[in-house]
């Protein structure tokens, strides 16, 4: 038979005293009794008896803020540390707590160097030892206001490397900078009908390196100029492009064009998205994240997409952390997946061989006059004007939650 509160505080109030002054050894014998008696949970238990029961904290005076008398250790990562955190997580485009953390000494330096965020000693040491999985307890909060009320169940799948070669100059090498997956995202905002802009994306499969360029339609003539243009803007030679089967890519003025720069050209299997699966990823990280869903078909809409699209380049490119896949393997029913370090893709032209030292020098000094804020700053007013200029010309009224969200945590 279970017995009442007031029974309950009663036997507590008799034993406490007793389990107080026992030793170590008769404080085990006494609270299994208590236990057995009570029916408390051993750890709730021990608390009553250590402390008495009935016993309530004390307020504190007007005005004078409550002491901590929490249990375990005093936090570390207070408000202090938090507020910065924050900004520093909203300039980079929210990432998450791994590539967060392996980003954050080099972009404190950097933020610090133009006057956006200013630190005392003691937060800056806490903010450059925070781990992954702390920014991400830290974050929760500022996360939730992003969740969306439904995901998709898609998942992203490996890349596949059975492939129709159309020519080959040197074998497909995606260990290798200078060979991109390249894709065309249409922005007709459900309606099919008529033409409406296209963005080129390109990807470089061993950097991360990320281009776009907007064109008017998938006519072969804008594609191909749109192809060269981005060549023109890489920090690498081009090597080798793979696309998927549509006619604005397959087409003899480009087989011809590839011929003649010996540039490795191959495409995809009809109806196999994962063969052009680092690019898919960017389709919706570096496109749809940016420029939405909403129908582009004026000459005032390409002009604002490409003008985002040489924000985002030096952006994306430059600040923000990716992390690739290294090995995978199979036990059972489960598969683990293993990572490398985070790093952007300009770390990883720094650190790599095929990068001569001439180029290197070029993407430091331009490293060194950027600022991320200034850009996410950039980014966030053109996408505003582009969202006004796609609601305007359809007669409707509304709002960008997001990008309101996302300022405040700016500024």
């Known amino acids: 038979m279970s017995l009442d509160m007031a029974t309950r505080v009663r036997i507590s109030k008799e034993v406490s005293g007793r389990y107080r002054k026992a030793s170590k050894k008769e404080k085990g014998k006494i609270l299994d009794e208590f236990c057995a008696t009570t029916e408390y949970n051993r750890k709730y238990a021990g608390r009553v008896l250590k402390k008495g029961p009935g016993k309530r904290r004390s307020k504190s005076p007007p005005g004078r803020p409550r002491p901590y008398r929490g249990h375990g250790r005093r936090p570390v990562y207070t408000s202090e540390v938090r507020k910065p955190l924050v900004k520093i997580w909203a300039i980079l485009d929210c990432p998450c707590g791994k590539r967060l953390a392996a980003v954050l000494p080099e972009t404190v330096k950097k933020l610090e160097k133009h006057g956006e965020i200013k630190l005392t000693d003691e937060v800056r040491k806490k903010l450059l030892s925070i781990s992954a999985s702390t920014a991400d307890r830290l974050l929760r909060g500022e996360r939730k206001k992003f969740e969306l009320k439904s995901r998709s169940k898609t998942r992203p799948g490996s890349l596949l490397k059975h492939q129709i070669t159309i020519r080959t100059f040197a074998d497909w090498d995606d260990c290798r900078v200078g060979f991109l997956e390249i894709d065309l995202v249409g922005h007709d905002g459900g309606n099919a009908s008529g033409d409406y802009c296209q963005s080129l994306d390109a990807t470089d499969v061993a950097s991360g390196w990320n281009e776009q360029r907007a064109v008017k339609n998938k006519a072969r003539v804008w594609t191909f100029e749109a192809i060269e243009e981005i060549r023109g803007r890489l920090p690498f030679p081009l090597l080798g492009i793979d696309s998927d089967n549509g006619g604005e890519f397959i087409n003899a003025h480009l087989c011809e064009y590839c011929v003649k720069e010996k540039i490795t050209f191959t495409r995809g299997r009809p109806y196999r998205k994962n063969d052009g699966c680092y690019v898919e990823q960017k389709n919706y990280t570096s496109v749809r994240r940016n420029v939405g869903y909403m129908r582009y078909d004026t000459d005032e809409e ?95 009224e509304e709002t960008q939650d997001e990008c309101a969200v996302a300022v405040e945590c700016i500024n």
């Open 302 to 396: 390409l002009a604002i997409l490409n003008e985002l699209y040489d924000v985002l380049r030096l952006y994306g490119n430059f600040f923000l952390p990716q992390m690739k896949l290294i090995e995978k393997t199979r036990e059972g029913s489960k598969v683990k997946k293993r990572y490398d370090e985070p790093k952007t893709p300009y770390r990883r032209l720094l650190g790599s061989p095929d990068v001569d030292e001439l180029t290197k020098r070029k993407l430091r000094r331009q490293y060194a006059k950027l600022n991320p804020a200034e850009l996410k700053r950039k980014i966030l007013d053109l996408q505003d004007r582009l969202y006004k200029r796609a609601v305007f010309k359809g007669g409707k």
